[in-house]
């Protein structure tokens, strides 16, 4: 479970976020739209604690774990995809070899590539972040405009990740300015002048 009620968050004289409310259930596909700089990736921080909320509650199931790839990941550019992967995985001890190759495969990457991940492209880059979201089994998975950079084949792999996802019976939530075609969203939020509205 992924709630959040009356979260408000101000940068300076800056009011970003008003009043944000969600109550994301087990095997809900989440959409929020909203405009550059409406506050998408800041929900997200407050999500993940990077940042935290001015007032209002999060709340998360006991047993929940959460993964999220929020704007441009941060990598070891010197190592390889997969020994990135193994670096981040481990600092939770959750590190699965078996499902980081697969996914790595999914993506049509491969996990014995040993180019350091700096010569990779954007792309590909992008895709290695969507792996460690959800590399761990995390069960509530962010993604911030996740098919940024990446070509059409891939985003219908990244669409067949989400139905697995889904039928995992994860909570995803993506947000993004535009909609993926080929993708049916169980909720479609939009955050504008800081209110979430359920569309
Ligand atoms: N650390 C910060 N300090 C000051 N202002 C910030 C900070 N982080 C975000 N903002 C401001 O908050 C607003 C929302 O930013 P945010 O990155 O959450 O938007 P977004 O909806 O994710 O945008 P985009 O679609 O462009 O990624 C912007 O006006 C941004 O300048």
């Known amino acids: 479970m992924l709630e959040l009620r009356h979260i408000k968050k101000s940068f300076g004289q800056k009011l ?53 790839l929020i704007e441009n990941p941060d990598f070891l550019e010197y190592e390889s995809a997969m020994s990135n ?28 590539d040993p180019e350091p991940i700096a010569k990779y492209s954007v792309g590909m880059r992008q895709k290695v972040g969507i792996i460690q979201a959800v590399m761990e089994n995390q069960n509530v998975i962010l993604f911030d405009e996740p098919t940024r950079g990446i070509d059409q ?31 049916k969203y169980d909720r479609l939020f939009i955050l504008r002048q800081g209110i979430l509205q359920e569309k």
């Open 16 to 68: 970003v976020l008003k009043n944000v409310s969600l109550l994301a259930k087990p095997g809900e596909l989440v959409h929020i739209s909203g405009i550059n700089g409406s506050g998408k990736s800041t929900i997200f921080k407050i999500i993940t604690g990077l940042l935290e909320a001015d007032s209002g509650e999060i709340r998360l199931g006991e047993n929940d774990v959460v993964g999220a």
């Open 153 to 183: 084949e891939s985003v219908s792999l990244f669409v067949a990740l989400l139905k697995k996802l889904k039928q995992q019976n994860k909570i995803v939530v993506v947000a993004s300015h535009d909609q993926i075609n080929e993708l």
């Open 85 to 112: 992967l193994h670096f981040l995985a481990n600092l939770n001890k959750r590190f699965n070899e078996k499902i980081v190759r697969d996914l790595l495969r999914h993506f049509m990457l491969d996990p014995d």
